[in-house]
């Protein structure tokens, strides 16, 4: 069916994409830091999903030109992201809408002790 996405196609296109940023480091992935990063200052309210430059619920912005790609301030590096959506179908015959962001962080940042790391961060 047109338009549909199986989850085949969603996880083949999902690993090609990583493989082809070449984020799939293990050792940075699991790798853990010293000090968290201080998240960006803008994101998102709950449960309106409305978009505040200040005191946010979520850290997060849209994966869309204008807005902050990455979710971690005083970063350095690459950042990759997307937004999904679709449908899929159950094995029972139901139809389900999906909208997934996705995005991977590789890079150096700023932590909350002030000092400089580099770890790689990732989220669906």
Do not use: C
């Amino acid at each position: 069916m047109r338009g549909t996405m199986t989850r085949r196609r969603f996880v083949g296109m999902t690993v090609a994409g990583v493989v082809g940023v070449d984020l799939l480091q293990a050792a940075p992935a699991f790798s853990k830091s010293a000090s968290a990063p201080k998240p960006i200052p803008g994101g998102f309210l709950v449960p309106s999903f409305g978009i505040t430059p200040t005191n946010p619920d979520v850290h997060v912005l849209p994966p869309a030109i204008g807005f902050e790609m990455s979710t971690i301030t005083d970063f350095n590096g690459t950042v990759a992201a997307t937004e999904i959506q679709g449908t899929a179908a159950g094995s029972d015959g139901s139809k389900w809408f999906f909208d997934v962001d996705m995005r991977f962080m590789d890079g150096e940042y700023v932590g909350e002790d002030g000092r400089n790391h580099h770890s790689t961060f990732g989220f669906v």
